[in-house]
């Protein structure tokens, strides 16, 4: 670049050099991760599902005996299952919705042509899901703790669950929103919300099931994370393995099949 002056003319040292390129995919990742938690925090239906919803279920089925949750308080059996319940509604039912309507409006295909690679949007969204599942955990643990609950077992491995739970719902909800148009997306992501809330061991336990069913329904990711969330919480249990190799799995091949099939238009 060349300056010139009133005594001639000089060159530049690089004061103006343009740097063209892509930000560091990190600072990409992180800045979506930041839109995406804003736009989630902002949406009062999203609020409904993820907040809302949780808040009743826990006040209710603990103070009204609805359903026959066993021996002990239903504040201790209850308060894993929801905990569960905000995971999959913020990782995958509201994902789920979210990002399939920002693909039918052309959102994502926009952000297709960005630096910002495919599976950078699935991880900033991710990050966005569990910034949201931050504040749920702390919402309704202070409900369940005026609610009389009395938790035990190790918080890393709660925290493993729900990390786990969390990779595999929002693998599972960036699948549908990929694939599927919006309004199908829409009424699959509601209706799997309602099924797994009933069959899910959230709130009816498993063993209430017929036998062939409960194996069945034990391989669910709601069913592994609230089972394995109740068994530390509850029961002061070591880490159960299976809940986490169940989620694991379900992480591993709904992440893998998201990344392969997600659209962006």
């Not at 804003?38 to 993820?50: A, F």
């Not at 809302?52 to 826990?58: E, K, N």
């Not at 026959?68 to 994902?95: C, I, K, N, R, Y």
């Not at 190799?245 to 099939?261: D, N, P, R």
């Amino acid at each position: 670049m060349t300056l010139t002056t009133g005594t001639g003319t000089g060159a530049a040292t690089g004061a103006y050099a343009p740097r063209p390129g892509a930000a560091p995919l990190p600072r990409m990742i992180a800045a979506q991760a930041a839109l995406e938690t804003r736009m989630l925090l902002r949406n009062g239906e999203q609020l409904l599902l993820t907040v809302v919803i949780p808040t009743l279920l826990l006040v209710l089925f603990s103070s009204v005996d609805i359903v026959d949750t066993g021996a002990g308080e239903a504040v201790d059996f209850l308060t894993p299952g929801v905990l569960a319940l905000a995971v999959m509604s913020t990782a995958f039912t509201g994902q789920a919705i979210a990002t399939g309507f920002e693909r039918r409006y052309g959102v994502l295909k926009r952000l297709a042509s960005s630096p910002l690679p495919r599976w950078g949007l699935m991880a900033a969204k991710t990050a966005s899901v569990l910034v949201t599942e931050v504040l749920q955990v702390v919402l309704l643990t202070a409900i369940a703790f005026a609610l009389g609950w009395s938790p035990h077992g190790d918080p890393v491995t709660v925290l493993a669950l729900l990390v786990l739970g969390t990779a595999a719902f929002s693998g599972l909800g960036l699948l549908m929103a990929g694939t599927l148009k919006a309004e199908a997306t829409l009424a699959a992501a509601n209706l799997v919300f309602l099924l797994l809330l009933v069959g899910g061991g959230v709130i009816v336990p498993l063993d209430k099931f017929p036998p062939g069913t409960q194996d069945v329904l034990g391989l669910l990711p709601v069913s592994a994370l609230s089972d394995g969330l109740r068994d530390v919480l509850q029961h002061g249990a070591g880490v159960p393995w299976g809940d986490l190799g169940i989620l694991a799995g379900w992480a591993v091949v709904a992440l893998a099949a998201a990344g392969k099939f997600f659209r962006w238009e």
